[in-house]
């Protein structure tokens, strides 16, 4: 994985509440066993007239030239249903780093986590005042302060992670890389129980 610190980018606002896994990734595209190609099946059946690419639907925001950038901002109860990591997988491969919203469902939060992805939750007034802000407009998540600000107007949050998981994040481990990072300490351990 990645390692991420900081990230100041444009965003993409999802104002749709009550996403689920299969509007995030249909299940008729989970044929796949590895993490790569899924983003261009991201939020597939809003994007495209009858699953046809060369039919976007001009409404869809993903589809809206003036967004863009590594944030996606969804409204309250992100990644309900069912407990599909082929969801988190299509948002990292699509180019999300961050995912905004004022509730996540706890097993895709842990999904994006473990891939990854880092899910922000914030006050449902602070995801208001992230979406009244135009397309240009930029957020700074800091995780190491572990805030997220609205640069135009520097009103900024705090929000919460797990300290294993933060950990993960800053360096760009998943579980086995954070193990092997403590090889030094675990073989000094097992010498000291023999």
Not at 83 to 99: L, M, N, P, T
Not at 111 to 129: K, M, R
Request: negative net charge.
């Amino acid at each position: 994985m990645q390692s991420l610190q900081k990230l100041t980018s444009r965003f993409v606002p999802l104002r749709i509440e009550n996403v689920d896994t299969d509007q995030i990734i249909p299940a008729r595209f989970l044929k796949a066993t590895t993490k790569t190609g899924f983003g261009k099946n991201l939020f597939r059946d809003w994007r495209y007239e009858n699953d046809d690419e060369t039919k976007p639907k001009a409404d869809f925001v993903l589809n809206q030239a003036q967004y863009g950038g590594e944030i996606l901002v969804a409204a309250k109860n992100f990644g309900c249903g069912s407990s599909r990591e082929h969801a988190a997988w299509s948002i990292q491969d699509y180019g999300f780093k961050v995912v905004v919203s004022s509730f996540f469902a706890d097993i895709f939060k842990n999904n994006a986590l473990n891939n990854g992805v880092l899910p922000v939750t914030v006050s449902d007034a602070f995801l208001q005042q992230i979406f009244a802000q135009g397309a240009e407009d930029t957020l700074t998540v800091d995780l190491e302060a572990q805030t997220i600000t609205i640069n135009t107007t520097g009103v900024s949050e705090k929000f919460e992670i797990n300290s294993y998981k933060k950990t993960c994040l800053l360096n760009g481990y998943d579980d086995i890389d954070y193990l092997l990072n403590m090889k030094a300490e675990i073989e000094a351990f097992e010498k000291a129980r023999a």
